[in-house]
């Protein structure tokens, strides 16, 4: 199935000529039919020559409905562009031209009609040289008559071409069906319509509201007034809802795969129309169905930055139209640079940001991004549009390969300053690495360590950076000269005072090995533990703590967290009566 959207001004018979073409009414409303005018969108389809289905959205052309049209051309790949023989070229004909052009739309056909009216020629030549200066550029031409069917045929071969040279939808895509329709069934409940673009819908399927983010189940699925159970881009589609009222949906609403669109009211896109300078401060921004207002903000020449009334689901290099209500003008389209651009807080950041912009294309580029983001994650990427194919640096986190290695230097020069600064310190804080290095998460830093950098304990230290500072250093010498020879005898609170090895300065000694800490204020020489061992094996086996105080030589304050330190390491076993005895040689 292909989808084609007409196009052009009011009453050069777009609706005739899909009523001819498809023996359906495209009309919906009897305020239409009425008036012999459209107003809102319209569908009907048709099988070609070839035995494929066309369906048409046909649009309305009064200028006071081109709201409505872009709601239809929007999602659609391919238009047909009707002109009246009998009146030629004319502006909502150009206007109609201009947004088809806005929106990037490559395929197309040209329909002269009421050629029973008037020779089709001179509109044929006109509407010709109109389009070739376009996005469509050189197109094929029909001339018919939807009263007579002259031509119909012709049309039809036409068409026939037309959708067989359409590029193929991206059915594995995920979906993003912007909503056209939106009604009660009885029975049934609400229902939306859209044009499928990309992706497949299965009854069943879990899908978000782009307005809310609220979740929808599909209900029911139809296509071409049959029930389906998938339907597989492109395709015109009806979606009957499960866990949504109709008056929580309008024209413009999208649903989409869950987690994988962003939606922005901010973004930055490159103009293709009028000069960004000359644009008006507010405008309406038409993407897929929905139109929103848009404030605007110039960068560079063709570069603008807009801010929503309401976020939309956008992608990179998504194209859209801009638009002047008031003035019945098409400003330019627009194509879609950066959904998550950077704030404009300092001075000259617009002149940046637009230098930044004239590099890019709207096409999504992995490498590009994250040289300019540094550092995202992946799955902020593929909300984006972008595809990643790089592997995390650190759970989904991506990196910028130059950047990550200019933090890796940075890490390893901030550990060192730390040490300096703080010598008494086991290491830098993680968090305190994370804010120095202007990090989002706390994994980034752990993440960014090579040896002989080491995390212990929440802290970052260098394995090499185990010697003490003098200070520390020469209290430990003069400990070890007072108590050299009495191993077991731990310095009271006092002594160690007055030698300077305050609660950070034995702490500090304990990491780097100088001291063994047995308790709070009780430290031994760090050769204690073997010189124990082989003190307590030479007692009769098992001993009591008394027996091991007294062949110590020191008090109950030491002898007690010691004999339990030896317990820990398996040196020796307490036993039931609370005797001990050692298990393992003088070399434990």
């Given at each position: 199935?292909?989808?084609?959207?007409?196009a052009?001004?009011?009453?050069?018979?777009?609706?005739?000529?899909?009523?001819?073409?498809?023996?359906?009414?495209?009309?919906?409303?009897?305020?239409?039919r009425?008036?012999g005018?459209?107003?809102?969108?319209?569908?009907?389809?048709?099988?070609?020559?070839?035995?494929?289905?066309?369906?048409?959205?046909?649009?309305?052309?009064?200028?006071?409905?081109?709201?409505?049209?872009l709601?239809?051309?929007?999602?659609?790949?391919?238009?047909?562009?009707?002109?009246?023989?009998d009146?030629?070229?004319?502006p909502?004909?150009?206007?109609?031209?201009?947004?088809?052009?806005?929106?990037?739309?490559?395929?197309?056909?040209?329909?002269?009609t009421?050629?029973?009216?008037?020779?089709?020629?001179p509109?044929?030549?006109?509407?010709?040289?109109?389009?070739?200066?376009?996005?469509?550029?050189?197109?094929?031409?029909?001339?018919?008559?939807?009263?007579?069917?002259?031509?119909?045929p012709?049309?039809?071969?036409?068409?026939?071409?037309?959708?067989?040279?359409?590029?193929d939808?991206?059915?594995?895509?995920?979906?993003?069906?912007?909503?056209?329709?939106?009604?009660?069934?009885?029975?049934?409940?609400?229902?939306?319509?859209?044009?499928?673009?990309?992706?497949?819908?299965?009854?069943?399927?879990?899908?978000?509201?782009?307005?809310?983010?609220?979740?929808?189940?599909?209900?029911?699925?139809?296509c071409?007034?049959?029930?389906?159970?998938?339907v597989?881009?492109?395709?015109?589609?009806?979606?009957?809802?499960?866990?949504?009222?109709?008056?929580?949906?309008?024209?413009?609403?999208?649903?989409?795969?869950?987690?994988?669109?962003?939606?922005?009211?901010?973004?930055?896109?490159?103009?293709?129309?009028?000069?960004?300078?000359?644009l008006?401060?507010?405008?309406?921004?038409?993407?897929?169905?929905?139109?929103?207002?848009?404030?605007?903000?110039?960068?560079?020449?063709?570069?603008?930055?807009?801010?929503?009334?309401?976020?939309l689901?956008l992608?990179?290099?998504?194209?859209?139209?801009?638009?002047?209500?008031?003035?019945?003008?098409v400003?330019?389209?627009?194509?879609?640079?950066d959904?998550?651009?950077p704030?404009?807080?300092?001075?000259?950041?617009?002149?940046?940001?637009?230098?930044?912009?004239?590099?890019?294309?709207?096409?999504?580029?992995l490498?590009?991004?994250?040289?300019?983001?540094?550092?995202?994650?992946?799955?902020?990427?593929?909300?984006?549009?972008?595809?990643?194919?790089?592997?995390?640096?650190?759970?989904?986190?991506?990196?910028?390969p130059?950047?990550?290695?200019?933090?890796?230097?940075?890490?390893?020069?901030?550990?060192?300053?730390?040490?300096?600064?703080?010598?008494?310190?086991?290491?830098?804080?993680?968090?305190?690495?994370?804010?120095?290095?202007?990090?989002?998460?706390?994994?980034?830093?752990?993440?960014?360590?090579t040896p002989?950098?080491?995390l212990?304990?929440?802290?970052?230290?260098?394995?090499a950076?185990?010697?003490?500072?003098?200070?520390?250093?020469?209290a430990?010498?003069?400990?070890?000269a007072?108590?050299?020879?009495?191993?077991?005898?731990?310095?009271?609170?006092e002594?160690?005072?007055?030698?300077?090895?305050?609660?950070?300065?034995?702490?500090?000694?304990?990491?780097?090995?100088?001291?063994?800490?047995?308790?709070?204020?009780?430290?031994?020489?760090?050769?204690?533990?073997?010189?124990a061992?082989r003190?307590?094996?030479?007692?009769?086996?098992?001993?009591?703590?008394?027996?091991?105080?007294?062949?110590?030589?020191?008090?109950?304050?030491?002898?007690?967290?010691?004999?339990?330190?030896?317990?820990?390491?398996?040196?020796?076993?307490?036993?039931?009566?609370?005797?001990?005895?050692?298990v393992?040689?003088?070399?434990?």
């Open positions: 199935m292909w989808v084609v959207a007409t052009g001004h009011v009453d050069h018979g777009k609706s005739t000529l899909v009523r001819a073409l498809t023996g359906m009414e495209p009309d919906r409303w009897a305020e239409e009425r008036r005018m459209t107003i809102d969108l319209g569908f009907a389809w048709t099988a070609l020559p070839s035995g494929g289905t066309v369906a048409f959205v046909d649009v309305p052309g009064h200028e006071r409905f081109v709201p409505n049209m709601a239809g051309v929007g999602p659609v790949p391919a238009a047909m562009l009707v002109v009246a023989a009146e030629g070229w004319m909502q004909s150009a206007e109609h031209l201009a947004a088809l052009h806005a929106l990037g739309v490559a395929h197309g056909l040209l329909v002269v009421r050629a029973d009216l008037a020779d089709p020629a509109a044929l030549a006109q509407a010709r040289a109109e389009i070739a200066a376009t996005s469509l550029g050189e197109v094929p031409a029909v001339a018919v008559s939807g009263v007579t069917g002259a031509g119909l012709e049309l039809r071969a036409a068409l026939d071409r037309l959708v067989a040279g359409l590029p939808p991206a059915r594995d895509a995920p979906v993003r069906l912007w909503v056209d329709r939106a009604f009660t069934i009885r029975g049934s409940g609400t229902v939306v319509t859209g044009t499928l673009g990309g992706g497949r819908l299965r009854v069943g399927d879990q899908l978000d509201l782009a307005g809310t983010g609220e979740p929808v189940r599909v209900r029911g699925l139809h071409l007034g049959t029930a389906r159970d998938e597989a881009a492109v395709a015109r589609v009806a979606v009957n809802l499960r866990g949504v009222s109709r008056d929580r949906l309008a024209r413009g609403e999208a649903l989409l795969t869950p987690g994988r669109f962003h939606r922005t009211d901010l973004l930055d896109v490159r103009l293709a129309g009028d000069p960004a300078a000359d008006p401060a507010t405008l309406t921004l038409h993407v897929g169905a929905a139109a929103v207002a848009a404030r605007v903000r110039p960068l560079g020449p063709d570069t603008v930055r807009l801010r929503l009334a309401r976020p689901p992608l990179i290099g998504d194209r859209a139209v801009l638009r002047d209500p008031g003035r019945h003008h400003a330019g389209g627009v194509t879609v640079l959904v998550a651009p704030p404009l807080a300092r001075r000259g950041a617009a002149v940046a940001r637009a230098k930044a912009l004239a590099e890019l294309d709207g096409r999504p580029d490498a590009g991004e994250l040289r300019r983001r540094l550092l995202v994650r992946a799955g902020d990427l593929t909300r984006m549009g972008v595809p990643v194919s790089t592997p995390p640096v650190a759970g989904d986190w991506l990196a910028d130059t950047h990550w290695r200019r933090l890796a230097g940075r890490l390893t020069a901030e550990v060192s300053r730390y040490a300096r600064e703080h010598p008494l310190e086991p290491g830098v804080p993680v968090e305190a690495l994370r804010h120095r290095l202007d990090l989002p998460d706390r994994a980034l830093v752990a993440a960014l360590l002989p950098l080491r212990r304990a929440g802290r970052v230290t260098a394995a950076v185990d010697a003490l500072p003098e200070p520390v250093s020469r430990v010498a003069r400990l070890r007072e108590f050299g020879d009495r191993p077991f005898r731990a310095p009271e609170a002594r160690l005072a007055d030698l300077g090895l305050g609660p950070r300065e034995i702490g500090a000694a304990v990491r780097a090995g100088a001291l063994l800490r047995l308790a709070e204020n009780v430290v031994l020489l760090p050769g204690a533990v073997d010189d061992v003190v307590l094996a030479r007692l009769p086996q098992p001993f009591t703590l008394s027996a091991a105080r007294q062949a110590l030589d020191t008090t109950r304050r030491v002898a007690v967290p010691l004999l339990e330190l030896l317990d820990r390491r398996g040196a020796t076993r307490r036993l039931p009566d609370d005797a001990r005895e050692v393992t040689g003088p070399s434990a």
